[in-house]
């Protein structure tokens, strides 16, 4: 079946430019994650949802960040005002949503490439 | 807040020889899963062993297994007869089993070590 899809792969925008990032889960997934991962780093949690719910949000660097999945499939994740630092790449990942690894195992996607100039 | 910690940026490791990856954690939960993954030059990420906390069994996947010390918060991946499609960067990670059943926090990851494999 199909996995995760992100889009787009790639986007370069200048500073102050918002940008918005869409993530479409495996199909019947109900948790949804997005992280950040900067050069030559590990990735870094930003936040995730149950269907629609925003469970939890600690991870976003600043109020520039958010992110919605408004009908608690295909999120997106908004940066407004956009800055050089922000450069990185955005993942997500998504799970069932049960208890237990195995059964909560996170799928990522592949990626979305973003460049602040 | 938990953090995860991998000692070595680059390891490198002859065809068909074993190789250890290190990785230690900290934490104040006693429940907790940890992951190791792989990230290839594709830059995509993929599991490749998973430990419960409360198993005192380490996991195991074909060539891939761990060594985990819980009272020591280590948590290794060892590679045997290693191959060329073993080059990656690989991540350990951690996360807490205190989400319900409806989901469960995000994963905390280590910068993770660069493998070579020499032919």
């Known amino acids: 079946g199909a996995g995760v899809s992100q889009s787009p792969r790639y986007k370069v925008t200048k500073r102050g430019q918002d940008v918005a990032l869409r993530c479409d889960p495996i199909s019947g997934h109900v948790s949804l994650y997005w992280y950040r991962q900067a050069l030559g780093q590990g990735p870094e949690f930003l936040t995730y949802?149950?269907?629609?719910?925003?469970?939890?949000k600690s991870g976003l660097p600043n109020d520039r960040f958010s992110a919605e999945r408004p009908e608690g499939s295909i999120s997106t994740l908004t940066i407004q005002r956009t800055e050089q630092r922000d450069s990185a790449m955005y993942r997500c990942?998504?799970?069932?949503?049960?208890?237990?690894?195995?059964?909560?195992?996170?799928?990522f996607g592949p990626g979305t490439r973003l460049t602040v100039t | 807040a938990q953090t995860v910690t991998q000692s070595q940026p680059e390891m490198s490791v002859q065809e068909a020889e074993t190789v250890t990856l290190s990785c230690t954690y900290d934490?104040?939960?006693?429940?907790?899963?940890l992951f190791w993954y792989k990230q290839p030059p594709s830059r995509q990420m993929i599991l490749v062993i998973r430990q419960e906390a409360y198993k005192q069994q380490n996991a195991t996947e074909n060539r891939f297994s761990v060594n985990f010390q819980k009272a020591a918060k280590s948590f290794s991946l060892k590679i045997s007869d290693s191959q060329l499609g073993d080059a990656a960067m690989y991540f350990c990670a951690y996360r807490s089993a205190r989400g319900s059943g409806g989901g469960a926090d995000g994963l905390t990851f280590g910068k993770g070590t660069h493998l070579i494999i020499q032919p």
């Open positions: 949802f149950n269907y629609e719910a925003q469970q939890d």
């Open positions: 934490t104040s939960e006693s429940d907790y899963y």
């Open positions: 990942a998504s799970s069932l949503g049960r208890a237990g690894p195995a059964l909560n195992e996170q799928y």
